[in-house]
């Protein structure tokens, strides 16, 4: 992907670098002209896989990127450096439980999405592709 068609940004895996990642991404995707559901779907997205890498992984840093892929494609990924192996298990939530639907959502709005070993980090990279 060219530079013009993407945009990468690490941060500390802490709570408060989910906020930053979505603003930053949200500037990207505006500035890129792109409809205003599939960026608010890409921020969702983005924001639910960052939370993932924060909060259940041993990383101490997240690398978040997007990339226009083709005109209709924008794709979604998050690293991390948890080089354990484990295996990204889902949970299925209760009704009134605050969390644990990232990856409902993630497979409900995705094209297609999946989790691969990060060839930049060493750990997982989980995406999402999003569809126009």
């Known amino acids: 992907m060219d530079q013009e068609r993407t945009h990468w940004i ?3 895996a802490h709570r ?4 930053v990642a979505r603003r930053s991404v949200g500037t990207r995707l505006k500035s890129w002209s792109l409809p205003g559901e ?3 779907d890409a921020v969702l997205l983005l924001s639910e896989l960052a939370t993932n890498a924060v909060c259940h992984t041993l990383s101490a ?7 226009l892929v083709t005109e209709g494609i924008l794709r979604l ?4 450096h948890d080089r354990s192996r484990c295996r990204l298990r889902r949970c299925r939530a209760a009704l009134d439980d605050e969390g644990g639907r990232g990856l409902f959502l993630v497979e409900e709005l995705a094209a297609t999405w999946g989790v691969d070993r990060s060839r930049l980090t060493g750990g997982n990279a989980v995406w999402a592709n999003l569809t126009a």
Request: overall charge negative; some cysteine.
């Open 16 to 19: 408060s670098s989910v906020g």
């Open 61 to 67: 840093r997240i690398l978040c990127g997007i990339g």
């Open 77 to 80: 990924e998050v690293h991390d």
């Open 10 to 12: 690490e941060l500390p």
């Open 38 to 40: 599939l960026r608010s």
